[in-house]
């Protein structure tokens, strides 16, 4: 019978482009991000751990591992360490700027004179590990605080479910705390002391408006039920492959009433992908009436 293969700690086998080839189809096809050949390294670093924890000498080895039926949760595990996690608290500050200055002061008025429900759901779609959702959550309690009579919910959810589990205990770093404001950071996070020192909490408010869930924008019998008044989806789709990422935009789109607010990232447009939407600031859209059928604005 053979054993685990034994391989040196610092020499982990080299992933072949014919085994990058199998994991850019897998994770492709189970996901819909596109892992280029520039990612052979990447792939490389984040895959070696697992072949030496489970005695496989190759990536082929593991590749097959993970495709074999019952091995499902493996699988999850790999697609966790491929995700990308890099995030901040308010980061793309003008978004926030958006939301605080106009948006949400037109819905305070609306929610007003009965003419919108008192209520907002937002869905930080490619949440992390939750430094987006709880910046949505200050902002959105800072403008309609308990007891203001408004109902809010933001439902968070990422591929990775380490990144879920990790939003959803809501503890970093204190280093992390330099992009919160100020006075945001003492009324709405938790210093921790003891064995907590040199981290912060999210506090009881914050905690009270959040969801968590893992979903994949890929899958979409996976993502929360109902409509939102603002998607976030920043940063996230620049990974997809073209018609991966058309289908997502346009599914998501679909989850907005035309009054709704999509936000991307910087470095993301609609520009080619649809006419079901209309910009109104960089990178941020509202939906409009029509076929999803390509931009050319």
Request: with cysteine.
């Amino acid at each position: 019978m053979t054993g685990p293969v034994q391989w040196s700690h610092a020499l982990p086998p080299a992933l072949s482009h014919a085994e990058l080839m199998l994991f850019q189809h897998l994770v492709e096809t189970e996901t819909g991000i596109h892992l280029s050949a520039a990612k052979n390294a990447l792939v490389a670093n984040r895959l070696s751990r697992r072949l030496r924890e489970l005695g496989l000498g190759s990536f082929a080895a593991y590749h097959a591992y993970v495709t074999t039926r019952g091995n499902e949760a493996e699988k999850v595990r790999m697609l966790d360490s491929l995700c990308t996690h890099e995030t901040s608290f308010f980061r793309e500050p003008r978004h926030f700027e958006l939301l605080r200055d106009h948006i949400l002061p037109e819905w305070a008025a609306a929610g007003a004179k009965a003419q919108r429900p008192r209520s907002i759901r937002v869905w930080s779609a490619g949440c992390s590990t939750g430094e987006e959702p709880y910046s949505l959550a200050m902002t959105l309690l800072e403008a309609f605080p308990r007891g203001s009579g408004w109902n809010l919910e933001i439902v968070a959810t990422d591929l990775s479910t380490w990144a879920v589990q990790r939003a959803e205990q809501g503890l970093w770093s204190q280093e992390r705390a330099r992009t919160i404001p100020p006075l945001l950071l003492r009324k709405y996070m938790l210093k921790g002391v003891r064995s907590q020192e040199g981290l912060m909490t999210a506090g009881p408010e914050l905690r009270s408006v959040m969801r968590f869930d893992r979903a994949n924008l890929h899958v979409p019998a996976t993502w929360p039920g109902g409509t939102f008044d603002l998607i976030f989806c920043r940063n996230v789709l620049i990974y997809f492959g073209t018609e991966a990422r058309v289908r997502v935009i346009q599914g998501l789109l679909q989850r907005l009433p035309t009054t709704g607010y999509f936000f991307l990232g910087h470095a993301e447009s609609l520009i080619g992908i649809t006419a079901a939407a209309r910009s109104v600031s960089a990178n941020v859209y509202t939906p409009r009436p029509g076929p999803a059928t390509p931009s050319r604005e």
